[in-house]
């Protein structure tokens, strides 16, 4: 639940800005800096309040970059691409896309970026 409702604001940052420039600046550009305005929001907040990280590290901040990194920036730009062919409606696909980004994250932070450490009963 609570990756859920960060990912409500993270996706709603990631959402408008990516509407707001896409007109002006293409596909790509306004997704990488929606993708990036939304990623910063969601490391900060997804470690310290859905995985409870004790802090920010190195370590998890290159293993969330390299994988939101891809799931935004590579994967979901060939999902927007692929939707385009069959629906004409950029809203509809950017949203399609959060959707499948939204997936791959979760399992992506949960086994790797912030693995839950085994806790005695």
Not at 11 to 21: H, S, V
Not at 85 to 108: C, P, R, Y
């Amino acid at each position: 639940m609570r990756f859920a409702a960060v990912g409500v604001v993270n996706t709603a940052i990631d959402f408008f800005l990516f509407l707001l420039f896409e007109p002006w600046w293409g596909i790509a550009v306004a997704n990488f800096v929606s993708t990036s305005a939304g990623m910063t929001f969601s490391f900060l907040v997804n470690g310290r309040f859905t995985f409870r990280a004790q802090r920010p590290t190195l370590r998890s901040a290159a293993l969330f970059l390299a994988t939101t990194g891809t799931t935004m920036w590579v994967l979901q730009p060939i999902v927007i691409h692929l939707l385009l062919e069959v629906v004409d409606q950029i809203a509809v696909v950017k949203f399609l896309a959060i959707g499948v980004s939204f997936v791959v994250n979760f399992l992506a932070y949960r086994f790797v970026v912030w693995p839950v450490q085994h806790r005695e009963a």
